[in-house]
């Protein structure tokens, strides 16, 4: 079977317009344009600025004793270990409470905790934009006392980009495009530190791929596009390249966006994409979104067996109410596990239960009649025709077709198998 592994709004993570402008689209989908302001023209070149001497005196971003310090935190927080990691930023806060950085990484923190929800979650709003606004805050004081302090712009790039995808996640698009215009100025300022630090190319790197995808993607976009600086697909994604290899803080983000990339339908590397979420599920084992990208693309790319040992991994853990693992993970992981029973191991019963468990998951994540669902009914409907149990294979197959569209393949299946099965 075909799936679609899309992108849909992880576009933004760390510091660019582009949550806004995918958000938009999803909008323009929908019948309806939001009004996007336009933003100030900047121009980012493809050239790397050598910056003069620069006193990057007091910046924790560079400091060394401060990475070897936060080493653990930053793995805690990525390990969904949320607790040990806050408590390490805490202290950070307390020695430099003038400093941008503790609450940017805690800010970091609560948005991890929405994302085992696909973001879904609106608990931690309120406590994730008062970091990112202090943030922002101690940041822009910063920058007001020395305007070539780059590392405050990188605060600034990144606080203001979170707090845009946020808004766009939620549907507030004038909020989304204001901090949207924000993160892309000091974006190009921060770029005068790019030889400094890997760090500084994570926001340029996402901004140069994404750029060109949006046009291409979305036409009606362009008018928009016209007012920000061209993109570079090649470029943009060996910086992040880049980033995921040499960079303390931004590394990690970079290899989840490189997964989704390379796993996209413009690149479609879906093995390559395996490797660095492989890589990712060793690091952080606890990381329920890590894990679930490590089963699906084992799912996708045929590797059975390892798909297999992390969909029981994600259950055991959703059983026992480990931290980071919700009914939104369950659900693919159900799925996934009834798939394999049903066609590798030929244990209709556990097919049966994964796939009934898959919809009630669903259900409790909101996403009910939504992809594994449906894929889920088309299981049981399967299942049900095996067993010459042909009104509930009828049952299932009608609700695809009330719950897909036609151009799903289990969609067509369900058409072809009712057309042949009259009641």
């Known amino acids: 079977m075909k799936f679609l592994f899309g992108l849909r709004c992880w576009l933004l993570s760390s510091g660019l317009f582009i949550g806004l402008l995918v958000g938009s689209a999803e909008v323009q989908a929908q019948g309806g344009k939001p009004a996007v302001p336009q933003p100030q023209q900047v121009a980012l070149d493809s050239v790397h600025v050598a910056p003069p001497a620069v006193d990057i005196s007091g910046w924790l971003l560079l400091d060394k004793d401060i990475q070897l310090e936060l080493g653990g935190a930053v793995q805690n927080l990525y390990n969904f270990k949320f607790a040990k990691a806050d408590k390490q930023f805490y202290s950070l806060r307390r020695r430099y409470p003038q400093h941008p950085m503790a609450y940017f990484l805690l800010g970091l923190s609560t948005w991890w ?129 880049q980033v995921a290899q040499s960079a303390f803080y931004t590394g990690t983000e970079a290899r989840f966006f490189l997964v989704n990339i390379l796993n996209s339908s413009r690149e479609n590397k879906p093995e390559d994409a395996y490797k660095v979420a492989q890589q990712l599920a060793q690091q952080f084992p606890d990381n329920s979104r890590f894990q679930l990208d490590y089963a699906k693309l084992g799912f996708q790319i045929g590797k059975f067996g390892e798909s297999e040992t992390a969909c029981r991994d994600i259950l055991q853990k959703y059983a026992i109410g480990q931290v980071g693992y919700e009914a939104y993970t369950g659900r693919a992981a159900a799925y996934i596990m009834g798939y394999l029973m049903q066609f590798k191991y030929k244990d209709e019963a556990q097919a049966k239960d994964y796939y009934q468990r898959c919809m009630v998951y669903s259900e409790q994540a909101g996403m009910a009649k939504k992809s594994y669902y449906i894929f889920a009914e088309a299981g049981l409907a399967r299942l049900a025709a095996n067993d010459k149990d042909l009104p509930t294979a009828r049952r299932y197959y009608r609700a695809v077709l009330e719950d897909g569209d036609d151009g799903q393949d289990v969609y067509q299946e369900a058409r072809k198998w009712l057309r042949t099965h009259p009641q």
């Not at 990112?132 to 020395?146: G, M, R, S």
């Not at 005068?192 to 996402?206: C, I, K, M, P």
């Open 113 to 241: 905790k929405m994302v085992p929800a696909n973001a879904t979650d609106t608990r931690y709003d309120k406590t994730f934009l008062a970091y990112v606004d202090t943030a922002q805050a101690k940041a822009e004081a910063l920058y007001k006392a020395d305007n070539h302090n780059y590392e405050a712009c990188f605060f600034l790039a990144a606080a203001y980009g979170f707090e845009a995808r946020l808004h766009s996640e939620r549907h507030n698009w004038r909020r989304a495009t204001t901090a949207s215009r924000k993160a892309l100025i000091y974006l190009e300022k921060s770029r005068e530190a790019n030889d400094l630090s890997a760090e500084f190319l994570f926001g340029e790197g996402l901004f140069n791929y994404y750029a060109v995808w949006i046009g291409q993607e979305y036409p009606w976009l362009r008018p928009v596009l016209f007012f920000f600086p061209k993109g570079n697909r090649e470029r943009g994604l060996a910086q992040l390249r």
